[in-house]
């Protein structure tokens, strides 16, 4: 159980276009997804947290509109890179915390690595 | 402010047993959680540490001890597919975030 899946899992865009990145939790519902950021040989950056039909909450440096986020169902948060540029080249993963009790976990996705041309 | 802290990278030989530091400090603290993630790929969760102690689950281990703001990743009789980064990750009482450390990349030799 607590599967969660990313799309697609690699992309090639060229710079100006917006890429949008799907991060689905598989067999739970997820109240909250949260978005992070890994350059090579770094450690996971947090970007934004998203709660289930509610705007999404951004860390400081993170633009909110070159980065938005959708947290449309219990099930599907999307990450939409706008205007990307050859710096957002990095490797995106999602998490997925579940829905009632005390979930302690955050189930991670496979990641997505963007590169921009 | 929060601030985690890893040593970036460790050696070790197959068969032995490594011990990888971390400590925090950050506002608020509710769970200390350990990573693996090898290249190229997502994080996978390997423990979790709330109270003070020791928490073991087949060759790994963690510790946390909280009022040092200290934890350690214990991995015993290793094998060459351990070679990996363990992330360290802290999770505060502002909305349940994670704040994750550098990472310490480790090679395990034959």
């Known amino acids: 159980g607590a599967v969660v899946s990313q799309h697609p899992s690699w992309v090639i865009c060229k710079s100006g276009t917006s890429v949008k990145i799907e991060c689905r939790s598989l067999d739970f519902q997820a109240t909250t997804m949260f978005w992070y950021r890994q350059f090579p040989k770094q450690s996971l950056m947090l970007m934004a947290t998203s709660n289930e039909g509610s705007k999404a909450t951004y860390e400081q440096g993170v633009e909110k509109d070159k980065f938005l986020i959708n947290h449309a169902s219990l099930t599907l948060s999307t990450l939409t890179v706008t205007s990307a540029h050859p710096e957002d080249s990095s490797f995106y993963i999602c998490?997925?915390?579940?829905?009632?009790?005390?979930?302690?976990?955050?189930?991670f996705g496979p990641g997505t690595r963007l590169t921009v041309t | 402010g929060q601030n985690i802290d890893q040593p970036t990278e460790m050696t070790a030989t197959e068969g032995a047993i490594v011990q990888i530091n971390c400590t925090y400090q950050t506002s608020g603290f509710n769970g200390l959680f350990w990573y693996q993630q090898h290249a190229g790929e997502a994080p996978t969760f390997l423990s979790y540490n709330v109270l003070d102690g020791l928490e073991e689950k087949g060759r790994f281990s963690s510790f946390l001890s909280r009022s040092k703001g200290y934890s350690y990743l214990l991995l015993k009789e290793l094998q060459m597919k351990d070679s990996a980064s363990y992330l360290c990750a802290v999770r505060g009482n502002y909305g349940q975030n994670f704040v994750f450390g550098p990472g310490t990349r480790l090679s395990v030799l034959p």
């Open positions: 998490s997925a915390r579940g829905a009632g009790g005390f979930s302690y976990e955050q189930y």
